[in-house]
């Protein structure tokens, strides 16, 4: 595996070009590409405002000519709420890539898992190529599945697990009428494969135990992207063993 891009110490500036809402609470931004800047896809750049950091994954390709973030507007979040107010012609800074969250090539079948926004880093992947994998994105409502579309249309299959409850509200039937800790329990052929997650600490921590007593000789990636016992979104790494270099991971 080549080693992950290093980070530039001082900030980057660039420019806001333009901005669209997915969802009624998430948004994609877009910016300027420094030049000489690289990535790979699963990392991160950390945005500074206000003396204030936040770190947000990029969803673009490595070689798009853009850089692209999609952020969860907190309406308490000092970033977001810059970000999601913030004209066209702006200029921003920061610092990155960040992260080593990555797909790992291998001979095992593939699922990536994903709750809320945690779904952003395989959006990347797809763009840089990376297919063959089955998506289990889980959310709290219909209307935040808004990628499902675009992997549907890369030819990856897209499980929705959702609360039936809010498909009933919304008049829409749930292939799945629960968690994405649910599904793989109940639904996912027993056997060796690649997880990646990216998502809530709560849901990683819960997969890894699904996985420890079903999937015997699998492999664990993950990233977290909300912990509640911190209350915010940000990068961070279960606390658990890890082997390997790359992602977290884990094989048993």
């Given amino acids: 595996m080549s080693s992950m891009h290093p980070i530039r110490r001082e900030p980057h500036h660039v420019e806001v070009t333009g901005r669209r809402w997915i969802s009624e609470h998430v948004f994609e931004i877009t910016l300027t590409r420094p030049e000489g800047f690289s990535f790979r896809a699963g990392q991160s750049i950390r ?33 977001s709420s810059y970000l999601a107010a913030i004209e066209p012609g702006s200029v921003i800074e920061f610092t990155g890539p960040h992260g080593d969250f990555a797909f790992i090539p ?12 945690g779904i952003v880093p395989f959006v990347s992947m797809v763009r840089s190529g990376v297919r063959d994998f089955m998506m289990v994105h889980g959310v709290s409502s219909p209307q935040e599945l808004y990628y499902e579309d675009f992997f549907e249309k890369n030819g990856v299959k897209f499980v929705q697990c959702v609360p039936q409850a809010s498909f009933q509200e919304g008049g829409k039937q749930s292939p799945f009428p629960g968690s994405v800790t649910d599904y793989l329990a109940r639904e996912l ?11 809530d600490e709560a ?29 915010q979104w940000q990068n961070r790494k279960p606390p658990v063993a890890a082997e390997g270099s790359g992602p977290t991971g884990r094989v048993r």
């Fill in 203 to 231: 849901m990683v921590l819960d997969v890894y135990s699904v996985v420890d007593d079903l999937f015997l000789g699998s492999r664990v990636y993950s990233e977290i992207f909300f912990s509640r016992s911190m209350g």
């Fill in 106 to 117: 291998s001979t095992r079948e593939k699922v990536f898992v994903a709750t809320g926004i």
């Fill in 47 to 79: 945005v500074r405002c206000m003396e204030t950091e936040r770190a947000y994954c990029l969803v673009s390709s490595p070689e798009d000519p853009f850089l692209a973030l999609c952020i969860l507007h907190l309406p308490q979040g000092k970033v």
């Fill in 189 to 199: 052929p027993r056997g060796e494969y690649d997880f990646y997650l990216s998502g």
